[in-house]
């Protein structure tokens, strides 16, 4: 077996397009081999600044020979059939085989050379593979990430003839790049001229002396083991930075960490804004004394060489740099604490949140009217849940956001300290996008969570009302990450509350919004109706005249205790309760529990996380018993009789009679154990002891056993087979209660 090296040398790749690179190389490479008929013992594909490699190890010298046997066409069948068997074959008539009526084509063909298939397995790279910006270069009409200077291909030694067209922009001749065994090494560090290579060992040795490290995970160690040390020798700490360290692992080819000092000053700006200026601008790890509260002054740069005096120079040069940038953050500070809320707040109404959904002040109105719903569920204040969402976005227009973007929230909480406001209320301002992440965080403080839940809930409501649901992998407005931080909500803080309530009630925030809002914009105002379902399903408002908006605001500012949910809005309510649903399965997925358990719970209609996740507990603890398992086939075998039965007509209704001539034991057993379960199942449910519900259930395993081994539910007697289907009905009603067994696969 044999090995294969390929490198695709090139100007510098932009760090957070090199692992996207080295995975395509690698899907594209080995998709081409499979169709080739080609095996390997291993593929490795590395991405770097310069460089992309693929090194695949265990694959022949040639594809297997190909002997196989097609069937073809009757030799009665028309002639287009025929004609169309012999274009797929490649051979004429009198090459096929007739055998008992048909025709069969005997197909032999030589391996290829694996020199051949890489060939062309290179030409598709070059043409197919796509980044998410590409260059031309020169007259050249090729486009790849960065203008490519050299290609590896080695076979066993080998150079496998390829070039690599790369055309032409003006008519001229076309360029083009020869394989060869040829690389260069570090820019700057290296022998400062190409060299041979013969194999990948040979490769990796001799890019490890010309100053460059293949692996990126080799690369990651080599910044955080040189970033710790020379933290470490002066007494200090790394603050680590998993995303900081992906990059720069990208940016550097033999990564240098080097220490350097900032202005003490600095300091008295809040951690997040130097840690994000060190970040965003820099690339810089920030640095904190060990057992100390915020920052050291102090920062980690990692170089690309091995400077002569230690990195002082770099160290002072990039020090400077980081100066400029922190004076730029404190001037923001400075001048935001001169402006305020108020005026931040009354910039919000010209900032549009969507065209369809109206400005972010609007936004803040209806996020306030459903934190001060929400307040009391989770144990807040309804008036301070109330103006603390008003405040809540207020720092979307304050300089340091505009700046900083991924500050928002952050800023808030302490300019809402500064302007004396409460901890509670500046806790709930900086924390209130929280969770943003399946590892994000979930407060615990009532303020928070009513604010936060209430972002979320609008967020959802609002696109799911203009009809901006995610579609496959597009979620342009992270719709499922809202979801998911409801559902944390929630659960983390276990707070009982009916989502299908708060989903309508901000729906109808938002429709006695837009009725108000663009009332004299009969157009825009139709357009947005008919997306909700109002004048299209039945809906609040039936014209657009004065006196109808008019009592469509009023209605749509009450609770569905005041009006009852419209249709349309039931619908929606079960369309956001789905999505929801969705999230949730994947959330108990992903901690080990049955996609099919959740939509059994989900089917009797509940909205309250915390019980149905009480609920998919106890029944995932019911089914992995023997009891379960039995009960669970004991429904599907009645549930399978009584659907037979329904596609006949009408079930019988009716008590079930434990007292008729000649009435089998097995029967009456059923049906009292049915009856004693009824009652224990009803009790549990009442008190939400869905163990205890199980429990009841679980006795009835050996009657239902007993039943269909002893008793034949279609008796030629009526009055029997009708008196049976009525206990099978009673059965599937009593589990019914619990969950929708008939969703449980199994």
Known sequence: ????????????????????????????????????????????????????TLVVEGLPTATPDLNEELKGPKTSAPAQALEGFLRKTGLSQDQLVERDGIYYAQISQKGRATTEVVAETLETVFHTMSWPKSQRWGSNSFRWVRPIHRIIALFDGTVIPYELDLGSTIGGVSKKIVASNVTEGHRFMGAGKPFEVTDFADYRTKLER????????????????????????????????????????????????????????????????VRLSM????????????????????????ANIEAADGGKALAAGNSKVLSARLNDGRFFWEEDQKVGFDAWNAKLSGVTFHAKLGTMAERVERIAKLAAEIAPLVGADAEQAEATARLCKADLASGMVSEFPELQGIMGGYYARLAGQPDAVADAIRDHYKPQGPADSVPSAPLTVAIALADKIDTLVGFFAIDEKPTGSKDPYALRRAALGVIRLVLDNKIRVSLSRLVIHAG???????????????????????????LAEGGFLKDLTETSVKAAVALAEQTVDQTPPQDWERKRSLEFGLFVMDRLTVLLRDQGQRHDLVAAVFALGDDDLVRIVRRVDALSGFLATDDGANLLAGYKRASNILKAEEKKGALPSGEVSTSMANQPAEEVALANATATADAAVNKALETEDFAAAMTALAQLRAPVDAFFTGVMVNSDVAEERDNRLKLLVHVREVMGRVADFGQIAG
């Open 210 to 273: 010309n100053f460059v490290v293949l692996s990126f995970e080799d690369r990651k160690a080599k910044v955080l083991e040189g970033a710790k040390a020379v933290c470490a020798a002066k007494g200090l700490e790394l603050v680590d930075d998993i995303g900081l360290l992906d990059e720069v692992a990208g940016l550097a080819e033999w990564p240098t960490p080097i220490l350097g000092d900032m202005a003490p000053e600095f300091l008295a700006l809040p951690p997040e804004v």
């Open 508 to 534: 109808r925030h938002l429709m006695a919004q837009k009725l108000t809002s663009q009332a004299s914009n009969q157009a825009a105002l139709l357009d947005f109706l008919k997306s909700t379902g109002d």
């Open 1 to 52: 077996m044999s090995q294969l090296l390929i490198e695709i040398f090139s100007e510098e790749i932009p760090a957070r397009m090199q692992q996207g690179g080295a995975r395509d190389l690698e899907r594209i490479t080995s998709d081409a081999f499979k169709k080739a008929g080609l095996t390997w013992g291993s593929l490795t594909t590395y991405g770097g600044p310069r460089r992309l």
């Open 279 to 302: 970040k965003v601008h820099q690339k810089y790890f920030a640095v904190r004394t060990p057992g100390a509260e915020g920052l050291a002054p102090h920062y980690v740069v990692v």
